[in-house]
């Protein structure tokens, strides 16, 4: 009897036990790869983006976007020495522009007239040219220095495959010889008025050489000197300005 009132009173108290325990049950933890989980959904977070800073680029991603006052700003705004430095560019269309500016600046000749003849050996025909043209307009007070370089530039028409179709003329040849032609029409004015040279023999042979080089457009200018000079029977370059002329046609 006693034996089966302590029985008893073990499965009562183990009974009670269970039922406190499922009472207080904690929920299992789940899993990222759980069939029973559920999603928490979490809204995507938007980053402004300062369209002065970044730019989108084709692949999707950003890439800088330079200041604005550093993608305008033109060759004319740039030191000498910086130009000089960039003349190692091997695109023509970068090269010719940087050209024709370093020959608006004779005041820094000494500086430049170098670099023009290094280029007068470039493998591209118009880049040769160009050289040569701008040095008579960095120094137009010496034609007789440039005079028979331009015209060997000239003759020279070769280029190398490499650099593509031969170009024999472009804006900023045109723009360079037009820089050269005030200071020539000077020069042949001063020797017309008797004005020689300190030393070695009169100019005015050599400019007309380089005029006859250069289109009517770019040498308009010097066409009433040229003029004079032809009209003086007794003149040296009498014959040479003619041929300026016509090849103008202006020689009426």
């Not at 976007?65 to 020495?81: C, Q, Y």
């Not at 003849?117 to 010496?142: C, E, F, N, S, W």
């Not at 040498?219 to 004079?228: F, Q």
């Amino acid at each position: 009897m006693r034996l089966l009132a302590c029985c008893l009173a073990a499965a009562l108290a183990v009974a009670g036990c269970n039922k406190n325990q499922s009472s207080h049950s904690v929920a299992p933890a789940t899993s990222d790869t759980g069939s029973n989980v559920d999603t928490l959904t979490i809204p995507p977070r938007t980053l402004a983006t300062p369209s002065s800073t970044v730019a989108s680029t084709s692949q999707g991603g950003t890439t800088a976007v330079r200041p604005e006052e550093n993608s305008a700003k033109s060759l004319a705004d740039r030191p000498t020495d910086e130009l000089l430095a960039n003349l190692e560019k091997p695109d023509q269309k970068e090269l010719l522009p940087l050209i024709a500016e370093l020959a608006s600046r004779p005041k820094d000749k000494e500086k430049v007239l170098p670099a023009m003849m290094k280029l007068q050996v470039d493998g591209r025909y118009i880049v040769r040219v160009a050289a040569a043209t701008a040095r008579v307009a960095l120094d137009p007070d010496h034609p007789g220095k440039y005079a028979t370089t331009l015209e060997s530039a000239l003759r020279f028409r070769h280029q190398a495959p490499a650099y593509g179709a031969l170009v024999e003329d472009a804006p900023e040849l045109r723009k360079i010889q037009k820089l050269a032609v005030p200071g020539l029409v000077k020069l042949i004015e001063r020797e017309l008025g008797g004005s020689k040279p300190k030393e070695g023999p009169p100019e005015t042979p050599a400019a007309l050489q380089v005029l006859r080089n250069f289109p009517l457009d770019a040498g308009k200018p010097a066409v009433a000197v040229v003029a004079k000079v032809a009209l003086q029977p007794t003149h040296a370059s009498r014959v040479l300005a003619e041929e300026v002329l016509k090849k103008w046609g202006a020689a009426d």
